[in-house]
T-cell receptor, first 111, second 114 residues
Framework: GQQVMQIPQYQHVQEGEDFTTYCNSS?????IQWYKQRPGGHPVFLIQ?????EVKKQKRLTFQFGEAKKNSSLHITATQTTDVGTYFC???????????FGAGTTVTVRA | DSGVTQTPKHLITATGQRVTLRCSPR?????VYWYQQSLDQGLQFLIQ???????AKGNILERFSAQQFPDLHSELNLSSLELGDSALYFC?????????????FGEGSWLTVV
């Protein structure tokens, strides 16, 4: 089974609006990574969070790692059509090397 | 271009057949990962190699096997193929095999079993 759960599975956003996708785990994560997969493409690394409470920004994207290191979020402001795709979080359990991906949040944008 | 090369890009084969997917990691990367992506299963981790040795194993079927060669390229062998094996198979690589490394995905190999 998946180590991390992502919600929502689908996100339909009006262009210009903000949205957030969440990644949750029942166990403490050593780190968390976020990837974006455009339709018909391959996953592309966006960012990695390691520290408790860490917040990182990439232009309109804000990534956060929870204080307990059991959850993470990706917030996108002023959504654009270029934000279309599936966003995955991924993590490695502390006791093995498996990089497991969440089910992803597929984002569509209404112009 | 991630630097990870996968061949073939597309493959159509019949049930019961055997295929080999090939992956060349980025220059300098020692670790190779294989993932299966189907519409209803997301990205499923299959197996990981690091410098020629198996490092981690996921939900890989017994009909599937993989290896990493001394030149660090990897092959994923799929045998006794079933219709349900139709999927996009990704190879990815990273510098090291432990957590904390960015992994770079190839463009994938589309397998269709008919």
């Amino acid at each position: 089974g998946q180590q991390v759960m992502q919600i929502p599975q689908y996100q339909h956003v009006q262009e210009g609006e903000d949205f957030t996708t969440y990644c949750n785990s029942s166990t403490t994560l050593s780190n968390i990574q976020w990837y974006k997969q455009r339709p018909g493409g391959h996953p592309v690394f966006l960012i990695q969070l390691v520290k408790s409470g860490e917040v990182k920004k990439q232009k309109r994207l804000t990534f956060q790692f929870g204080e307990a290191k059991k959850n993470s979020s990706l917030h996108i402001t002023a959504t654009q059509t270029t934000d279309v795709g599936t966003y995955f979080c991924a993590s490695i359990r502390s006791n093995d090397y498996k990089l497991s991906f969440g089910a992803g949040t597929t984002v569509t944008v209404r112009a | 271009d991630s630097g990870v090369t996968q061949t073939p890009k597309h493959l159509i084969t019949a049930t019961g057949q055997r295929v080999t997917l090939r992956c060349s990691p980025r220059s300098g990367d020692l670790s190779v990962y294989w993932y299966q992506q189907s519409l209803d299963q997301g990205l499923q981790f299959l197996i990981q190699y690091y410098n020629g040795e198996e490092r981690a194993k996921g939900n890989i079927l017994e009909r599937f096997s993989a290896q990493q060669f001394p030149d660090l390229h990897s092959e994923l062998n799929l045998s006794s193929l079933e219709l349900g094996d139709s999927a996009l198979y990704f190879c990815a690589s990273s510098v090291e095999g432990a957590g904390g490394n960015t992994i770079y995905f190839g463009e994938g190999s589309w397998l269709t079993v008919v």
